[in-house]
């Protein structure tokens, strides 16, 4: 192969990486989102199914009002790519970084011939009230000073963390209504 033929190939090896990386946007789905069903038994499993396939624990149900709510659930990071709670890059790139957790509210409304599912995520960040006292150990000692027993040794966070909200995940919304139309 020619030197001259060298920038044609890399600009063509160039062109088609950047090609896979022009993929469309996934399609909206509408919220809340129609899911056909014969009974509210039928639809109410398939959304806690598909709850349960983004490892969402359920906290409380209540089939009288149609509502289903999940525990917090700390988002997953790069390392984590079986679970699917940080959907997209973005989110598991600050899941990594940020201590991130999430909720989900899913609602069920009874309409004709099925049920309107709405699904609600909200997202929180950990704010800490400062920053953790690290140690070698408390059980470190000096070899020139005599043994003191201190029995109020506290080690870690002094106070609990706080929590504040980021709003609302309509990426994961729409990955969990996605399933809920399967």
């Given at each position: 192969?020619?030197?001259?033929?060298?920038?044609?190939?890399?600009?063509?090896?160039?062109?088609?990486l950047l090609?896979?990386?022009?993929?469309?946007?996934?399609?909206?789905v509408?919220?809340?989102?129609?899911?056909?069903?014969?009974?509210?038994?039928?639809?109410?499993?398939?959304?806690?199914?598909?709850?349960?396939?983004?490892?969402?624990?359920?906290?409380?149900?209540?089939?009288?009002?149609?509502?289903?709510?999940?525990?917090?659930?700390?988002?997953?990071?790069i390392?984590?790519?079986?679970?699917?709670?940080?959907?997209?890059?973005?989110?598991?790139?600050?899941?990594?970084?940020?201590?991130?957790?999430?909720?989900?509210?899913?609602?069920?409304?009874?309409v004709?011939?099925?049920?309107?599912?709405?699904?609600?995520?909200?997202?929180?960040?950990?704010?800490?009230?400062?920053?953790?006292?690290?140690?070698?150990?408390?059980?470190?000692?000096?070899?020139?000073?005599?043994?003191?027993?201190?029995?109020?040794?506290?080690?870690?966070?002094?106070?609990?963390?706080g929590?504040?909200?980021?709003?609302?995940?309509?990426?994961?919304?729409?990955?969990?209504?996605?399933?809920?139309?399967?």
């Open positions: 192969m020619s030197v001259a033929r060298i920038p044609g190939w890399l600009s063509l090896l160039v062109l088609a090609s896979g990386c022009a993929s469309s946007r996934p399609m909206i509408s919220n809340p989102v129609f899911v056909p069903a014969n009974s509210q038994h039928a639809a109410w499993e398939h959304a806690v199914d598909s709850l349960h396939v983004f490892h969402f624990p359920i906290a409380r149900e209540n089939r009288l009002d149609g509502v289903i709510e999940t525990d917090y659930r700390v988002g997953s990071n390392l984590e790519p079986w679970h699917g709670d940080s959907v997209g890059l973005s989110n598991r790139m600050e899941s990594t970084l940020q201590s991130i957790r999430r909720k989900v509210k899913v609602e069920l409304t009874p004709e011939g099925g049920y309107l599912v709405g699904v609600e995520a909200f997202k929180e960040q950990e704010d800490l009230s400062g920053i953790a006292e690290n140690t070698a150990g408390a059980s470190t000692f000096r070899k020139n000073t005599p043994l003191e027993r201190n029995l109020s040794v506290v080690v870690g966070q002094s106070s609990p963390s929590w504040y909200p980021l709003g609302r995940d309509a990426d994961l919304e729409q990955a969990i209504l996605s399933r809920l139309q399967q």
